[in-house]
């Protein structure tokens, strides 16, 4: 079936209307109308060749929210007209031992992700959500159980908040628990809120004095500005958890003073090059631990849509057009984005 989308032909092209073909149901898919698509970071280095191994055309996007369109013969869990999600993953192979462990995120064949990834249907690799419709097996499918009026929000947590979300759970973040959230951006803003939404002690680190109350609102008890050295001197041995989301090369050893013994800093976030090698002694004294998590399991990204419908937590978003896409890279690059952007595609 033919679908009207965006897609980037080159690294130094900007994304443009085309049209993709998308792949005749078969027995066990399920046709999703895209009513929204949030707008990831990685979209962005993934057009521009960032990261390298870009597949073109590209049509990014994996933080899809829509409804469902129709079912194969052999579909079980999903009807015409209900509410949907798909998010990184598409496809694993379903027999190694993460994938049987419901981390198909780490599945030793590699994951089939929702866009760039290689895919027998044309054009020879996946193309995401910044579409009007996709077909994805029912195994990858996430039920969305929000309110009508919160899809728009709902759609960054099949990035954003599984992202934050698995490690949380992983490193048992909760009642008793000190956690930090360095860089408050897309994936940030998600860790406090879902952190706080845990029982957890949340401090938020920021470089901008200006956003302290805006990450207070967001449900952090702290905010330590992260250039002050006297707070970060105050701040030394007072975390559990570090969940660091910042996406650009940084030095980490401010960051790992403020672990207490045994603490653990997790990074989430893909630089574009790799971070300053850390003081080795700085881990030894105290035992602590760098770490890293990527996005999250089909089972754990339905618990984690779960928790925020019992427990309202969505994304704050800038919905934008279709045709606003590449302003909204613009902005984004300058993290002038409170906090992320969500294609209403009805617009393309």
């Known amino acids: 079936m033919n679908v009207k989308a965006y897609a980037a032909h080159a690294a130094d092209q900007p994304l443009g209307p085309f049209v993709i073909e998308r ?10 109308a895209i009513a929204f698509c949030g707008v990831c970071h990685s979209d962005l280095h993934t057009v521009r060749g960032e990261w390298g191994g870009t597949l073109f055309p590209c049509v990014p996007g994996h933080e899809i929210v829509g409804t469902v369109s129709a079912v194969g013969s052999a579909v079980t869990r999903f009807a015409a007209g209900d509410t949907v999600g798909v998010g990184c993953i598409v496809d694993s192979c379903r027999t190694c031992a993460a994938c049987g462990d419901g981390l198909e995120q780490f599945c030793a064949s590699g994951m089939t992700g929702t866009y760039n990834s290689p895919s027998p249907d044309a054009p020879g690799h996946t193309l995401g959500g910044y579409a009007q419709t996709i077909v994805v ?14 899809l728009a929000a709902v759609a960054p947590l099949l990035c954003a908040g599984i992202t934050t ?6 490193w048992q973040a909760g009642p008793g628990k000190r956690v930090g959230v360095v860089g408050i951006g897309g994936l940030g803003h998600m860790g406090i809120k879902l952190a706080r939404a845990l029982g957890a002690e949340v401090t938020g680190f920021t470089t901008n004095p200006a956003k302290r109350q805006a990450i207070l609102d967001l449900g952090a008890h702290h905010v330590v500005v992260s250039t002050d050295k006297a707070a970060m001197k105050a701040a030394r041995e007072s975390l559990d958890l570090i969940i660091n989301t910042v996406s650009h090369s940084h030095d980490l050893d401010p960051f790992l003073l403020t672990l207490t013994r045994d603490g653990t800093m997790v990074m989430v976030g893909g630089p574009e090059k790799p971070h300053p090698m850390p003081t080795l002694f700085h881990l030894l004294t105290r035992r602590r631990s760098i770490a890293g998590s990527l996005i999250g399991g089909i089972a754990e990204t339905q618990e984690m849509l779960d928790f925020c419908a019992e427990n309202g937590v969505v994304s704050d978003i800038e919905l934008i057009r279709m045709d606003e896409i590449e302003a909204a890279y613009a902005r984004m690059v300058k993290s002038d984005v409170r906090y992320r952007f969500v294609i209403d595609t009805k617009t393309i």
């Not at 097996?137 to 919160?150: F, M, T």
């Open 137 to 150: 097996d029912e195994a990858y499918v996430l039920s969305i159980r929000h309110k009508p009026e919160q």
């Open 23 to 32: 792949r005749e149901p078969g027995p066990k898919d399920v046709v999703i």
């Open 165 to 170: 979300w698995s490690p949380l759970r992983h």
